[in-house]
């Protein structure tokens, strides 16, 4: 298509389109550049040429991407978190089932079935679920310094932050399986160090992101460990108190043999 164009005043061409293009591209042709081509009623403005108005399309202005901030793993601080939240809940747990008169095991002598280690984790995974949605961290994470997020930096939405921690008790946690909570946490601590976080938050765009950790914070982390560990112990008394006296039975019986 050959066009005409109005430069410094004097009427120039004709030029082939694809010319008209690469003089627009280096800044010789305007917008408002008059072109005339054979057939049309009048001179216009080369941006109302069909052929050149490409040209002239503005790129569309994208945000920059979001920097994606994967922060050091902290190993240390996450399963001191998570041993801090999970005797928490244990006390909670057994607590409840006092109260209430129920029995700690359904199953007295053959071990905790699957259901019941469902029924304990349901109301753990919940738990974790509301108090990650709603205020970023658990009472562990708390104590720990320790904030999930997404990659925007926001709280996880509810249903976000159920299924992470339904990935952290079944993947990390292992269902509380002895053989599968090892590998849980031996997988977890690879992929930790080598990645940078464990697979629930790699690949779903979670981050655990962890601010100073004090030295007051560090105390009052032990404080309370050993309150939760005396107030589990006083708790679950009643089940202890037979297997001491059957222990310290044993020693007398021993020390008294050993005397003879």
Known sequence: MLLWIIRDGEKTGPFEDYEVREMIRVGKVSQETRVWYEGAEGWMSACEVGVLSGEFLEEEVLPPPIPIIIPPFQAWRRL???????????????????????????????GPSAMDLIAVLIPAILMEAALVSAFGFTPGKWLMALR????????????????????????????????????GHAITLWFGLKKGAPLWDLHSGFRVMGS???????VLYWALFVGLFVLMTVVM?????PMWEESMRQIEEDMKNRGK
């Not at 998570?82 to 809940?89: G, I």
């Not at 100073?212 to 560090?218: A, S």
């Open 80 to 110: 001191g978190a998570r041993v801090f939240d999970f005797f928490l809940y244990q006390l909670i747990l057994v607590t409840v089932l006092r109260l209430s008169g129920m029995p700690m095991n359904s199953s007295p002598g053959e």
């Open 212 to 218: 100073e950790l004090n030295g007051r914070r560090i």
């Open 148 to 183: 999930v997020e997404n990659v925007r930096g926001k709280l996880l939405p509810i249903s976000h932050a159920l299924v992470r921690s339904l990935r952290v008790w079944v993947l990390g946690m292992g269902m509380m399986h002895p053989i599968l909570l090892f590998l």
């Open 237 to 241: 008394w009643p089940e202890i108190q």
